[in-house]
């Protein structure tokens, strides 16, 4: 009795692990995308991790990313950036310290930008607090940073 017992529950165990393996995704891939790709239509990358390159500039109240080349239009600014909380846990320390060491404020009146270049992978997300029925109003948040 304590045989059946034992086998019927270890064929449950075994039955539950497979569910849970079979539910489960495998590692979510993630798309190198231009700069300039991205400011062009961001909403094809909308829900996908993406890795870009960009120059991050921050000011008194508020960050935008612009292109890391010369040669990008002149309305290539994406100002709705997000940094997903765990973003330092995600990241290397070293690319985290050298981020914050390159942004840290020198100038007391805050009179200068600040710009970083940085790579990083986030994720286009649609905002409903800002979309209405019409337009989306789309967001990138930053999930971690990488080194150059």
Not at 36 to 53: A, F, N, S
Not at 116 to 136: A, L, M
Not at 137 to 147: F, K, M, P, T
């Amino acid at each position: 009795m304590i045989i059946k017992i034992s086998f019927v529950v270890l064929l449950l165990i075994l039955q539950n692990s497979v569910v849970v393996r079979g539910q489960s995704s495998g590692p979510v891939a993630i798309k190198d995308v231009e700069y300039c790709d991205l400011v062009k239509d961001p909403e094809t990358y909308l829900g996908l991790k993406i890795r870009v390159v960009a120059t991050y500039v921050s000011s008194f109240e508020s960050a935008w990313l612009t292109c890391p080349k010369r040669d990008c239009p002149e309305d290539s600014v994406l100002s709705n950036l997000l940094f997903d909380p765990k973003w330092r846990n995600n990241s290397d320390s070293i690319v985290v310290k050298q981020f914050e060491d390159r942004l840290e404020v020198k100038d007391k009146q805050l009179t200068k930008p600040r710009m970083s270049r940085i790579r990083f992978v986030g994720q286009i997300e649609d905002d409903p607090k800002y979309s209405d029925g019409e337009r989306k109003h789309l967001v990138i948040r930053i999930l971690w940073l990488e080194g150059q």
